[in-house]
Every structure is written in C-alpha cells, then in structure tokens.
C-alpha cells in the first residue's frame, strides 16, 4: 500500500543535541511538507519542497533545517538553535500542483519530548 | 494572506445525532480549496472532504457534508448520524491557488460523540 512513513514514532531528545526525524513516501508524490503541531494548536508550516534538490522555508523554520536528496525522502533536522521543540510533528505530500483540490496525505507524525 | 478561523474549542453530540463544525475563512485568492480533517487521539491526519471555491454544489462524502457558504466566507462541516468512532479533532484548512500549495490550518475543535 502506498503511503507515508515517519520514524520513530516518539523521540527524546538531550540539550544541545540534534535529532533528525525520517519521512518517507511511495506515493510518487513531488511536494512534500513538515509541519509542527503544538497542544491545543493548529499545523503550522516548517518547510516544505516541490522538487528534489530544492526546498523552501515556511512560517516557522527557524532551528529547523531539511534535505531533498530523493524524491521518497525528506528528512527534518531539529537543532540545538530550536529552543522549544517540544511538539508533534507531521510530513505530508501531494501530487504535483496543479488542483487546489489534491488532499495532502500525512504520515503517522512523530512526537518529540526533551528530556 | 490566507486564515482559518474555528470557533468552538469543543463540541459535544449525541450518537446517532447530527453535529455541525464551524469554520470561516479568509483569503485574497480568486481561486482556493477547502478541506476538512479528523485527528484522532493516535495522531494521524484523516482527509474527510474536499470543496473548491468554484464549486457549484456543496460537497458531501458519506456521513459528511460541507456547508458552503462563499458570501460569508464559511465552510461548515455536517456530521450526520454521530458515532462513538467520529470523537477527534476536526481541522479545517485551506489551501490557495498561489504559492507553495500548503495548508493553512484553524486551531480544531474537539468533537465528543456521547453514548
């Protein structure tokens, strides 16, 4: 069955330290997203790429950064700059744009707690 | 800019009855697409239903209608029939015609379908 794919499913992370929460998709998809969703809260953007090798900021990027290296995978890394990350986090995809109408299609999330 | 605004942090319905979800909307596109999604307590994101801003018809997929409203900017999501399965999150958002294909999300609001 095509779909996404987040791992680990929860991951804890030490002060100062980087962590890099994996996300893969079979669905051919071209675009892809990461967005962070706090207690009580909405999803909000983090970054997100149309293309391999390209990628773009979105609301809140700062101590985040990402890789497009393939067109399955967009790995988000969460840096020690990131002072508060401490949320649910969740990769989506599309297929090529086109249609407002294409639903994005999500993974599982990974939930990340400092420790 | 695009924003989404859900007004009821929590809902409450009795099972088997119908429940509407409130949403509103703002955005300078000429052209954007509504959707609508279910968080359940595991995490992930469920597409439930889809309506273009051109759209003449009001959408409906099974037990799920949206009640669009373009003049006042609403896009409301019926439930009809509650089950104890339909108890989640619900999320509106809203995706535009320009730029990066994104969605834009409301805060939710917290559907519980009593026995």
């Known amino acids: 069955d095509g779909g996404i794919t987040q791992s680990p499913k929860y991951l804890f992370r030490k002060e100062g330290q980087n962590v890099t929460l994996s996300c893969e998709q079979n669905?051919?998809?071209?675009?892809m997203y990461w967005y962070r969703q706090d207690p009580g809260q909405g999803l909000r953007l983090i970054y997100y790429?149309?293309?391999?090798?390209?990628?773009q900021k979105g609301d809140i990027a700062e101590g985040y950064s990402v890789s497009r290296e393939k067109k399955e995978s967009f790995p988000l890394t969460v840096t020690s700059a990131q002072k508060n990350p401490t949320a649910f986090y969740l990769c989506?995809?599309?297929?090529?744009?086109?249609?407002?109408?294409?639903?994005?299609?999500f993974g599982d999330g990974t939930r990340l707690s400092i420790l | 800019a695009q924003k989404i605004t859900q007004t009821q942090p929590g809902m409450f319905v009795q099972e088997k009855e119908a429940v509407t979800l409130d949403c509103t909307y703002d955005?300078?596109?000429?052209?954007?697409?509504l959707f609508w999604y279910k968080q359940p307590s595991s995490g992930e994101m469920i597409f439930l239903i889809y309506?273009?801003?051109?759209?003449?018809q009001n959408a409906t997929e099974g037990r799920y209608s949206l009640n669009f409203q373009k003049a006042r900017k609403s896009a409301n999501l019926v439930i009809s029939a509650s089950q104890l399965g339909d108890s989640a999150m619900y999320f509106c958002?809203?995706?535009?015609?320009?730029?990066?294909?994104?969605?834009?999300f409301g805060t939710g609001t917290r559907l519980t379908v009593i026995p």
């Open positions: 309506q273009g801003s051109y759209d003449q």
């Open positions: 790429s149309q293309i391999v090798n390209d990628f």
């Open positions: 669905l051919n998809h071209d675009a």
């Open positions: 958002a809203m995706r535009g015609s320009t730029g990066a294909n994104n969605l834009f």
């Open positions: 955005t300078s596109d000429p052209s954007y697409g």
């Open positions: 989506a995809s599309t297929p090529p744009p086109g249609e407002v109408g294409q639903p994005q299609h």
